[in-house]
């Protein structure tokens, strides 16, 4: 067998801006350690090799001679590189490896993410046909979020591939479109639950003893409810707690709106980089802002921060209003932290079983829920230990046995 996966994320620094980088990773890597023959083509690193094999798992870095021209990262210059993959990836992945492992008589399947890649997809699908080879070949297509959907011409794709998505969620969205996609839902590698490192979660509650602290970490979007988020933390200022908000978003402009609605709120808004990794640089963040009810981190938040964040954390919101998946609620259970989603059903995560689940936008909601885990340490131990166990089913390995495989299995068989 032999798998292919196509998206314009990767694994290089180059590569990552979202969850979708997290899936193909992670995805890549547990086929490979399956010692199943597996390779990754993305929009890489421009100055990386082309091709870099390591055990069963070989990176094909596409696109690099756009890149070159576009450093900032794999979504610079995304048409050129949308028109580039389409055109010129699908020929050398059916001439140098396709019909090889066909006349090798062993099986081949891609999996494809996003709209980047559908023409790809389209291409691919055209040359096996006109090659007679169609049908021996198993190939899906998975929809990560709504972005490009109004590209999409559904019936071709339909017609090229078997569509999936990645949670019930996502699959409701995608209904009054026509389409019934299969649910291949994300996991999370085994350095998701290493947990924080002890006498840093201790350092950290002491810094911030008799605060709550909350965390938050997405893009600067109105879909991830970042005004709630503010307006809970003014909230709970009202009512005589000492909140902190602890923030990383991205690059969007609407963070300074955000900003802006909690100074509006009468909120002492800091904003801080990591000037070192690993817990030390956090620590040091947020004890330069020890007076500050929202702390803004402006770098990138290293693995070792990350845990540490949050799992010391009171919450980790990742309530948003349109939520695919929710990727970070499950990498914060993973490391024994609190998560906080919204009304969207993440398919993990169960009230009062492994998590807080908000039904409404009201951010008084929040504040009593916090307010009532304050009064009940039990509880929250407990939310905290089922997250964990929780976390546990999505490790990629487990997600590859229970759904992945066995789905790619029935079409294959089929091919």
Known sequence: MHYHLLSFEGPDAYARAGGISSRVTGMARALAEREIDTHLWFVGDPQAPGEERSGHLTLHRWCQWISRYHPVGVYDGEDGKVDDFAHSLPPVLVREHILPALAADE????????????????????????????????????????????????????????????????????????????VLPNGIPAEAFVPAEGAAVDAF???????????????????????????????LRSLGEQPLLVARGGAEAYGQQVLARARDLGLRVATQPLRTEGARGLL??????????????????????????????????????????????????????????????????????????????????????????????????????????TARRFFWPRVLDRTLLPQVELRAAAA
Not at 144 to 149: D, E, P
Not at 210 to 233: N, Q, Y
Not at 299 to 305: E, F, G, L, N, Y
Request: glycine share 6%.
């Open 107 to 182: 099986r081949v399947v891609v999996l494809a993410e996003e709209w980047h890649t559908v023409d790809a997809v389209l291409h691919l699908d055209w040359l096996l046909r006109n090659a007679g080879l169609r049908e021996r070949v198993a190939i899906f297509w998975t929809a990560n979020n709504v972005f490009g959907f109004d590209r999409i011409d559904w019936k071709a794709l339909e017609r090229a591939a078997v569509i999936a998505t990645v949670s019930r969620y996502m699959r409701e969205r995608m209904r009054p479109l026509g389409v019934d996609a299969l």
């Open 205 to 235: 509650r002491r810094t911030t003893r008799g605060r709550t602290v909350l965390t938050k970490m997405a893009r600067w979007d109105p879909d991830k409810r970042w005004l709630g988020a503010v307006e809970s933390v003014a909230r």
């Open 284 to 389: 040091d963040a947020v004890r330069a802002a020890r007076d500050a009810d929202l702390l803004v981190l402006t770098s990138h938040v290293d693995p070792d921060a990350r845990r540490l964040l949050f799992h010391a954390s009171n919450a980790v919101l990742a309530n948003s209003a349109h939520e695919p998946f929710g990727l970070v609620g499950l990498e914060a259970m993973a490391v024994g932290g609190l998560a906080c989603t919204g009304c969207t059903g993440e398919d993990y995560s169960i009230a009062g079983e492994n998590a807080i689940v908000l039904q409404t936008a009201d951010p008084m909601e929040l504040a009593r829920e916090l307010r009532r885990l304050r009064r009940d340490p039990g509880r929250e131990r407990r939310l905290r230990r089922s997250g964990r166990e």
